[in-house]
């Protein structure tokens, strides 16, 4: 099976994960934090995918492990979550708790529905954006729910985090900086969120040259075989994403989470998405079909405009989509068969003039 298009992909994920929790904010010794890309506009009393779910953060290890996302996972309206440029964000809005040796943190987590319950895990990076293994944190006042599933639904929960006695902050542009992850166990997810948090007791980063990371030798070889299956994949959905002005981050796990399920699919045959290349249709634009090339081919010179990116499917593989012969269609999937309607008008001055009884 090829790659589907990315809006298309995303569509089959968001329909097939039903989520969740979002954390709305973390207090600690002063200030608040608010999770990563959590929106605040979007409706806290409903369980629909379409809004409510939206900004619910997903992480699961293996898409971690497989590069897809960073460790803080994504959101299904935004994909990946990007740690270093949303904790900059939020250092920028003035979103920052502040923590300190033994600090306890009180954080709101919404339950969207059933599965976005307890109990819930939260962990540490000290770096904030640059260690594989988390330091585990201890969380007292736990989200009711067994297995990350319970009754529960639009509602919101306060835990408790501790921060330990011991630890040293040193990410983001200020260098006293931790991320704190927190998530449940459902089988659906895990889901959950992250926030940053700011150290005012620590000494913070004091070496100015790189950071003193370290991977290991099988580590960096397995990383870089999964980045290369990835990359054609990946290359794709940010064409596609971009011709249509879609979201790339969102595009691309799709297509790279389409791409685990299907490993077999050839990322080379991926549909273009009114990349201007346009042979959804064989480059026969001479029967209006509308071959995916903005033009339609609709006789001579004529610009039938059957691109199938201005009309309803608005870029979910536009070329594929503006294939009259594989929708079966005259209309040419750009929702008014412009195409199709120039190469019909042309038909029938052709067939006036041939029945015509005065000269050709």
Do not use: W
Not at 76 to 93: P, R, S, V, Y
Not at 169 to 185: D, E, F, P, Y
């Amino acid at each position: 099976m090829h790659y589907q298009s990315s809006i298309l992909a995303l569509a089959a994920l968001v329909t097939t994960v039903h989520s969740h929790a979002a954390i709305l904010a973390a207090v600690g010794d002063k200030g608040q934090s608010q999770g990563f890309l959590v929106d605040p506009d979007i409706a806290r009393n409903c369980t629909t995918i379409s809004p409510c779910q939206q900004d619910a953060t997903i992480i699961r290890d293996n898409e971690i492990t497989q590069n897809i996302v960073n460790a803080c996972g994504r959101t299904e309206i935004n994909g990946n979550i990007d740690i270093g440029e949303q904790t900059e964000t939020e250092l920028a809005a003035g979103r920052m708790t502040q923590v300190s040796a033994g600090s306890i943190m009180e954080v709101t987590i919404h339950q969207v529905n059933a599965d976005g319950a307890g109990p819930f895990e939260c962990d540490m990076d000290e770096t904030s954006n640059a260690v594989t293994t988390f330091t585990p944190l201890k969380v007292t006042n736990n989200v009711p729910g067994s297995f990350g599933l319970s009754q529960a639904k639009e509602q919101d929960f306060k835990i408790k985090v501790q921060m330990p006695e011991k630890f040293n902050c040193i990410g983001a542009s200020t260098g006293n900086i931790c991320t704190v992850r927190c998530r449940n166990n459902a089988v659906a997810g895990p889901f959950g969120g992250c926030f940053a948090v700011q150290q005012t007791d620590g000494q913070g980063r004091t070496d100015k040259s790189a950071a003193e990371t370290t991977q290991t030798l099988e580590g960096i070889e397995a990383q870089i075989l999964q980045n290369k299956k990835d990359f054609p994949a990946a290359v794709q959905a940010n064409q596609n994403a971009g011709a249509a002005n879609l979201d790339e981050g969102a595009a691309a796990i799709s297509a790279l989470i389409t791409a685990t399920v299907n490993p077999n699919a050839d990322a080379t045959q991926a549909p273009a998405a009114g990349n201007g290349n346009g042979n959804a249709n064989q480059g026969n634009g001479n029967r209006g079909k509308g071959n995916g090339n903005g033009r339609g081919q609709a006789g001579a010179g004529n610009q039938g405009n059957a691109n199938a990116g201005n009309g309803a499917q608005a870029g979910a593989g536009a070329g594929n989509r503006g294939n009259a012969g594989n929708q079966q269609q005259q209309q040419a999937g750009n929702g008014n068969g412009r195409g199709a309607q120039a190469a019909n008008k042309m038909r029938r001055a052709r067939r006036s003039r041939f029945f015509s009884t005065g000269p050709l």
